[in-house]
């Protein structure tokens, strides 16, 4: 019996999936950049300038969303509403608005820190060297360290690991002081090295950095002392100063805008992906739900090409049969796109109905594996559908699609108001007791991570603050 070879399937099936993940993964303007490149490489694909709705595919009126896909199917408070919206949309509202908002409205995301060093060391780089201090800008991590061996770096270039220390620390010199270090211990000495030149530095202090900063890091005073020669008043004189005046971790000090205006032409003002609002503008009704797309018109395979396949050449015939295959696929694969991002959306704002209303203290613990499940997808298609998206909350604040799987956020939320709240500097222990009391179970470390994530100082450092107010 004749059978059809499973093989002959594959292609386009492999095709479709992975054209259908690298559109999942770009945000909306990417999009439309994607979209513009295939427009203008591809004769077999076209974009019908029309009002439709992407998901009823109904005609819309010249302004506004879809009347239907934009109102509610059950009563249930719970249960979104969430629909596709032109790009031309994006300045209305969801519905209840059609004025357009000021600038201001929307959250300032300004240079990453990586951007923000590179555009002041540049003048001093020499042409050659600002790939290399790119490089080196873009293996920082959270900490504003470099997360690389120099000796890797210099393998990688193929120059002595000398080149690699000379930007290295042009970097370094850089605001926040001691970026780019490759230790915490280096990043203190190189801020030690600069403020010596406007003030006073203990003479003690490098050494203690140098020699001692294990046990500094572990607040053994006493055995510091001994170590050094000192007494333990000498010691606690460096710690407050250290204290007072650097910082372990350059990239939670404050840059930027906060000590170094950025000029506005810098600013890069966030258009969301995805726009939350609630109906009518009352927080007692359901949440309205766009997800914003970069066209309004219809993206299609192009007729008159079709037609003319039939009459061309038997040698144009095979190159124009491989645009309309591949504008048929496009369009697809955005079809595809569209359908599980709307139930990635409805299914996340459903479950952090709270988190969106109240904040970020009521955040559920929800994972992308959960919603795989439920979506019955596999995970890594939920990771792509919410890396780079970002969400406008309905108080106007854009944030990262992915902090409604951040399952830290919520806890560092109430550790900011304990903190906040304080009478005087609360360790870490009596952190996680309090933590323990409203039901919040986790270790001393990682009350001491959370806390470290929202820049906050230790209990001791927090006391030095107060003290020197």
């Known amino acids: 019996m004749f059978q059809i070879p499973y093989h002959t399937l594959r292609p386009a099936t492999t095709a479709h999936l992975a054209q259908t993940m690298t559109l999942l993964s770009l945000t909306v303007g990417q999009l439309k950049q994607q979209i513009d490149t295939e427009l203008s490489t591809n004769p077999a694909l076209e974009l019908v300038e029309e009002r439709r709705c992407p998901t009823c595919r109904r005609l819309l009126p010249e302004r506004g969303v879809c009347p239907v896909c934009s109102c509610p199917s059950s009563t ?85 690991p000398a080149q690699v220390k000379n930007v290295q620390r042009i970097i370094q010199r850089a605001d926040p002081l001691g970026v780019g270090s490759s230790s915490t211990r280096e990043a203190l000495l190189v801020q030690m090295d600069v403020l010596g030149d406007i003030q006073f530095v203990p003479p003690l202090a490098r050494r203690v950095v140098e020699e001692g900063m294990d046990l500094l890091s572990h607040r053994q005073f006493a055995e510091l002392a001994r170590y050094m020669g000192v007494s333990v008043r000498q010691v606690q004189q460096v710690v407050k100063f250290i204290g007072e005046n650097l910082n372990p971790f350059p990239a939670r000090s404050h840059w930027g805008d906060i000590r170094h205006p950025v000029a506005p032409n810098l600013h890069v003002y966030q258009q969301p992906d995805i726009i939350i609002n609630f109906m009518n503008d009352n927080p007692k009704n359901p949440l309205i739900v766009e997800i914003v797309l970069p066209l309004s018109g219809t993206l299609r395979v192009s007729p008159l090409f079709r037609s003319a396949i039939q009459q061309a050449s038997d040698e144009k015939k095979e190159a124009w049969k491989g645009d309309m295959e591949r504008a048929s696929l496009f369009v697809k694969c955005i079809q595809q796109r569209n359908h599980t991002l709307r139930r990635l959306v409805q299914r996340v704002v459903s479950l952090q109905r709270d988190f969106i209303v ?56 109430i550790l900011r108001d304990i903190i906040a709240e304080e009478s005087s500097p609360l360790s870490d222990s009596q952190l996680v007791d309090i933590l323990a009391q409203r039901g919040i179970n986790v270790a001393r470390r990682t009350v001491a991570k959370y806390r470290s994530m929202e820049g906050i100082l230790p209990a001791h450092l927090r006391q030095s603050v107060v003290q020197q107010t």
């Open 358 to 413: 109240h904040g970020e203290q009521y955040l559920k613990p929800v994972t992308r594996s959960l919603i795989s499940r439920d979506l019955d997808v596999h995970e890594s298609t939920i990771s792509r559908a919410v890396a780079n998206k970002t969400v406008q909350l309905p108080n106007r604040r854009i944030i990262p699609l992915a902090n409604f799987f951040d399952r830290s956020l919520n806890v560092r939320s």
């Open 76 to 160: 249930l408070i719970d249960e979104p509403v969430v629909f596709l919206s032109p790009r031309e949309d994006f300045y209305t509202g969801s519905g209840s608005s059609a004025e357009r908002p000021d600038e201001d409205d929307f959250s300032v995301e300004e240079d990453n820190l990586a951007a923000y060093v590179l555009r002041q060391i540049a003048p001093e780089l020499d042409p050659q060297d600002r790939r290399l201090a790119a490089y080196l800008l873009t293996n920082l991590d959270e900490d504003g360290l470099l997360a690389i061996p120099v000796v890797e770096v210099a393998k990688y270039f193929h120059i002595a």
